[in-house]
């Protein structure tokens, strides 16, 4: 005689579902990993990719590109009036036809901010933006104006802050590699630092910045001050470090930051990327300068 057949119990499914979850939970935390380690990566890239375009910019002017140009703030005397380093490497990344539409739109009309500058302005460049955030890869609105630009996740570093100009990258600045006295490999030259909240700043095409100073859209110091009303009125005037910063807070736009868990990616000056923790604040300044006499070890 056969014994029946025993069913399972409820205590037994719901171990077994409960199982389950934890290996799917497992499962899907492995992938996110996987995933934010690929976009790390692919983000150190990018930014070795920009630095060598840099040092080629060099080679051939015998400097660095400016952070931005703003020269005596008046677009109709000034050459390619408040544009960016990003903009002035274009033929170096492989982007001439976009160089080539940017001096037409120039030609037309030296203000950045009107009409024939909005076609090329909103060319999304892949190169330019951090895959860890999502809004790079399409035109962005400005919440306040409804101005529309292309953005960007990587800034030049200008020093400690927009009016010290000690660093590589500034308003209307023309370093040479000869300038960096501190060493190549110990002085930063681009950082991350994703858009403001209200995507007024972080644009690749025209970085007047605060005051035209080009601080918060081309360039950005590690020790930035907010110069209200310009900049946003709303966030403390205090000095902003390097720290962890959220996409839906305006004030993060005043520090270098990342997508990336603990810290963010940065290219020194001599073409190598390090992903520098937030534990490494306080010798930020040091290795921003170029010409400081600081000796530092940035930590890894």
């Keep these: 005689m056969s014994r029946p057949e025993r069913g399972f119990t409820l205590i037994e499914v719901v171990v077994v579902i409960a199982i389950i979850a934890i290996l799917l939970g497992l499962m899907l935390s492995a992938v996110q990993k996987v995933r934010s380690a690929a976009a790390r990566s692919q983000c150190q890239n990018n930014l070795r990719q920009l ?7 060099a080679a ?20 390619l009036f408040c544009s960016t380093w990003l903009v002035h490497i274009l033929p170096y990344v492989e982007q001439s036809a976009v160089w080539e539409q940017v001096q037409a739109a120039y030609r037309a009309d030296p203000n950045p901010y009107n009409p024939p500058h909005e076609a090329v302005s909103q060319i999304v460049i892949l ?35 927009y009016a010290t100009n000690d660093g590589v990258l500034y308003a209307d600045s023309q370093v040479r590699l000869g300038d960096i006295r501190d060493g190549t490999s110990q002085t930063l030259m681009i950082g ?4 403001s909240a209200n995507l007024r700043f972080g644009r690749w095409y025209n970085g007047g910045g ?5 601080s918060l859209d081309a360039a950005l110091g590690v020790r930035e001050i907010n110069l209200r009303p310009q900049a946003i009125p709303h966030c403390p005037r205090i000095t902003y470090r390097f ?10 736009v005043f520090h ?19 992903f520098l923790s937030y534990s490494a604040a ?12 600081e000796v530092v070890n940035p930590p890894e």
Excluded at 60 to 76: C, D, M, Q, S, T
Excluded at 139 to 161: E, F, H, I, K
Aim: aromatic fraction near 8%; charge should be negative.
């Design 282 to 293: 306080s010798i930020m300044p040091a290795m921003a300068s170029r010409a400081g006499g």
């Design 127 to 161: 190169l330019y933006g951090c895959p860890s955030d999502s809004r790079m890869g399409s035109p962005q609105a400005n919440t306040a104006s409804g101005l529309v630009r292309a953005l960007t996740s990587y800034l030049g570093v200008m020093g400690d802050n």
């Design 60 to 79: 051939a002017k015998g400097h660095l590109p400016p952070g931005v140009v703003i020269g005596n703030g008046r677009a109709e005397q000034v050459p």
């Design 51 to 57: 630095a060598l375009a840099c040092h080629n910019y």
């Design 256 to 274: 270098f930051w990342s997508p990336h868990t603990g810290g963010a990616n940065f290219a020194f000056s001599d073409g190598s990327v390090r």
């Design 243 to 252: 720290e962890a910063g959220d996409f839906w807070d305006d004030c993060d």
């Design 210 to 214: 605060q005051a035209f100073t080009g």
């Design 192 to 195: 991350e630092r994703p858009p």
